[in-house]
């Protein structure tokens, strides 16, 4: 089974940065594709943005322009860098093989919780 541990979660305030890291138990290069996801109350979790091996990423729209992730295979870590913060990117965070129906549904991990305050 692989362990995803996610960190870097913070209370900031609106127009804030964050940075947040995703360790990976295994050769994140043999996942393929990573991503990162995220859940606020009462809704689903949803794909916030996604990394090929290559490099190639992908945003959801309402991330666009704001957030950029990247990955070091040879760390075996996927990171999201977070910027301009708004409150509705509240929710906790999480990272996982993308898109969702790739994800390891035993690999959820905790994520870590952004809150953003306006």
């Known amino acids: 089974q692989v362990q995803l541990v996610e960190s870097g979660g913070d209370s900031v305030q609106a127009g804030g940065s964050l940075r947040l890291s995703c360790a990976a138990s295994?050769?994140?290069?043999?996942?393929?594709?990573m991503g990162w996801y995220r859940q606020a109350p009462g809704r689903q979790r949803e794909l916030v943005a996604s990394?090929?091996?290559?490099?190639?990423?992908n945003y959801a729209d309402f991330v666009k322009g704001r957030f950029t992730i990247s990955r070091d295979n040879a760390k075996n870590t996927v990171y999201l860098q977070m910027g301009s913060l708004k409150p509705e990117d509240t929710a906790v965070y999480y990272c996982?093989?993308?898109?969702?129906?790739?994800?390891?549904?035993?690999?959820w991990g905790q994520g870590t919780r952004v809150t953003v305050s306006s």
């Open positions: 295994g050769n994140i290069f043999s996942f393929g594709t």
């Open positions: 990394i090929s091996n290559g490099g190639t990423a």
């Open positions: 996982n093989r993308a898109p969702a129906y790739r994800a390891w549904s035993e690999s």
